[in-house]
């Protein structure tokens, strides 16, 4: 495939047509509570209400479709711990092709039970090595020994085809000219596929990346004037985290991309939390991005038509405490010291009185008495009511004689004892 693909009008209506076999348009949602706080017509496509909860089974049914009969015979051959995977395995319970799955070991329970129960008997799972590149590794080479096909998440114009019936959905379906759309990225397949429709279609709309501020491939490489392979990424945002995007979506995103906005894990945790509590909207990391990138738009969004996609929904409850403890921490509110307390009765209960304030909590204690010495660390977490109290909070320590030390601060020390 050349470098100077691009997908056309023509290739999106067709991968539409073949999606029609199985899928119906997710809804288009207007938001009251993000359009009143942003001064602009929110609108929300839904993407985490599909049949696999993701838009991946777009692009995985699309590609799978057009296979042989001999491709098809051989079976295909996918790498993914997520959302990908569950496509494929719908895809091919639906077209009656054999597929193998490889996933790594530390994959959630959830997660294989999930791909397992929509591929049925036609999927194999197969966990394998640590990370997602070590079963990526042994996937393409099952593919090569036994001539299978590999199913890209991404890499791969008809799946990128596939996640662009997203934006001929958008345009059929609103009813106003849609002046920015707000799109998440991982490998560059949705971004590049809706991007390249808006151009042929609505040249004005601005098409906004957005990126997890700790996996930042598709920014770097867009800087860089070509793909780079990230070192380390912060894999929180499972759904958008990706040391290195595909080498088509990054020709077509050059192209289609106006700007990348990088949103940090904390705030995305935030946003989980604000859609839970507020809209009963259940997101996965990857599917609170576009929303969570609205604060660093605000100004130049009011008044305007924003579309935000929301990619998926495959949350695991067992992140919950996770997700809040993140979110507590990036808006200032969750705090943790090591405190070295007097050696003495009645100490922690001076600390109680004197030093923390009516509406702060301890949230954490670990202490454990030495009587041969003066003092005795304790680790402590205080959760406040509003940041703009911790100043005074460390205040009165300092003046009540209790030392400390930041813990908040210390990424090390932080990692090993959170």
Same mark, same amino acid.
């Given at each position: 495939?050349?470098?100077? *693909?691009?997908? $056309? ?51 995985? *049914? ?65 966990? %394998? ?14 593919? &090569?020994?036994? @001539?299978?096909? /590999? ?46 429709? %808006? ?23 867009? &800087?860089?004037? @070509? ?8 894999? /929180? ?15 077509? $995103? ?7 906005? !990088? ?9 989980? !939390?604000?859609? #839970? ?49 993140? $979110?507590?921490?990036?808006?200032? !509110? ?6 070295? %307390? ?22 954490? /204690?670990? #202490? ?35 030392? *400390?030390? #930041? ?9 090993? !004892?959170?």
């Amino acid at each position: 495939m050349s470098q100077a *693909y691009f997908p $056309s009008l023509q290739d999106v209506n067709k991968a539409k047509l073949t999606l029609n076999e199985i899928l119906t348009g997710t809804p288009l949602s207007d938001n009251l509570n993000l359009s009143e706080q942003f001064g602009a017509r929110i609108i929300l496509k839904r993407e985490d209400l599909q049949i696999v909860r993701s838009y991946k089974i777009r692009g995985a *049914y699309n590609k799978i479709k057009s296979l042989s009969q001999e491709q098809r015979d051989k079976g295909i051959v996918c790498a993914s711990a997520g959302n990908h995977a569950q496509g494929v395995a719908y895809s091919c319970q639906k077209l009656g092709i054999y597929g193998k799955i490889y996933m790594p070991v530390t994959t959630p329970r959830q997660k294989i039970k999930q791909v397992q129960m929509f591929g049925k008997e036609y999927i194999e799972t197969v966990l %394998f090595g640590d990370t997602y590149d070590a079963a990526s590794a042994e996937a393409k080479k099952d593919c &090569e020994e036994n @001539h299978k096909t /590999f199913i890209h998440p991404f890499d791969d114009p008809l799946i990128i085809e596939g996640q662009a019936t997203v934006a001929l959905e958008i345009i059929q379906q609103a009813s106003c000219p849609i002046d920015y759309v707000f799109v998440p990225i991982g490998g560059g397949g949705l971004v590049s596929g809706v991007g390249s429709y %808006f151009r042929q279609l609505s040249p004005s709309t601005k098409i906004i990346g957005v990126e997890p501020a700790g996996a930042p491939s598709m920014k770097t490489s867009l &800087e860089a004037g @070509h793909v780079v392979e990230l070192d380390d990424i912060n894999k /929180f945002v499972d759904g958008a985290a990706v040391k290195r995007v595909g080498d088509l979506p990054f020709e077509v $995103s050059k192209k289609v991309v106006d700007d990348i906005i !990088l949103v940090p894990e904390g705030h995305v945790c935030t946003k989980i !939390l604000d859609l #839970y509590n507020q809209e009963a909207i259940v997101v996965e990391p990857a599917g609170a991005l576009s929303i969570a990138a609205l604060d660093y738009y605000a100004d130049k969004i009011k008044g305007k038509n924003v579309v935000c996609i929301v990619s998926g929904s495959n949350n695991d409850i067992t992140r919950t405490e996770e997700i809040k403890e993140r $979110s507590l921490l990036f808006e200032g !509110l969750k705090h943790y010291f090591i405190i070295r %307390f007097p050696n003495r009765p009645g100490a922690l209960r001076d600390f109680v009185q004197l030093v923390l304030g009516p509406r702060d909590d301890i949230t954490h /204690f670990e #202490y454990t008495k030495k009587t041969n010495r003066e003092t005795g660390p304790a680790f402590v977490g205080i959760e406040l009511a509003d940041k703009h109290d911790f100043e005074a909070l460390v205040e009165r320590m300092v003046e009540n004689g209790f030392s *400390y030390e #930041y813990v908040n601060q210390k990424p090390n020390l932080f990692q090993y !004892l959170i």
